[in-house]
């Protein structure tokens, strides 16, 4: 017969491995649990490749540590603009991602146009229209305000860039 002290022992040892003790997963939660591992290892890989990439850094180089979303959907919500939000909206979309109708994204997918040029006879890119046409320097100002330096991360994700930018479209598409 076991003494009182070896069978609280017992009892405590017995107790521990019940705790140890876990459910089988269902199918349906080894599969979720599954698809989040692959969706993490997949997206860690994407983002890997995405900063080591050196093609077409444009978007890459202006969202670093960017909180353009929340200013984005400030504006949206009516903050900023009023009229004309959606075209306006669509050409930061373009401006940001460089992927719009500029001349440089049409000679790049090999989509006939007129001209890729833009009218001051310069490449028409989102950096032209943004920092180089001479034909746009008095549009340019207010941008030149908010970054002196022209930074596009500054201008095209901060709520005073945004807000500039903002100013600049309506000036040009005008």
Not at 8 to 30: A, F, G, H, N, S
Not at 84 to 95: A, C, E, G, M, P
Not at 142 to 171: C, H, W, Y
């Amino acid at each position: 017969m076991l003494a009182k002290d070896d069978r609280d022992y017992m009892i405590k040892k017995d107790e521990k491995r019940k705790c140890k003790r876990v459910e089988p997963l269902t199918l349906k939660q080894q599969q979720n649990q599954t698809i989040g591992i692959l969706k993490k290892q997949a997206m860690e890989e994407w983002q890997e490749m995405y900063w080591n990439s050196s093609k077409d850094l444009w978007y890459h180089n202006i969202t670093v540590e960017s909180k353009c979303t929340d200013n984005l959907s400030k504006m949206v919500t009516g903050v900023i603009m009023k009229k004309d939000s959606r075209r306006i909206l669509s050409n930061i979309t373009q401006f940001r991602t460089g992927h719009g109708n500029f001349g440089a994204w049409f000679k790049k997918f090999g989509i006939e146009k007129d001209s890729y040029n833009c009218k001051c006879g310069e490449l028409e890119t989102v950096h032209h229209i943004l920092v180089e046409c001479p034909l746009l320097e008095e549009e340019r100002k207010g941008l030149k305000r908010i970054s002196p330096e022209m930074d596009m991360s500054t201008l095209l994700n901060s709520l005073t860039g945004l807000q500039e930018i903002v100013s600049f479209i309506s000036a040009w598409r005008d």
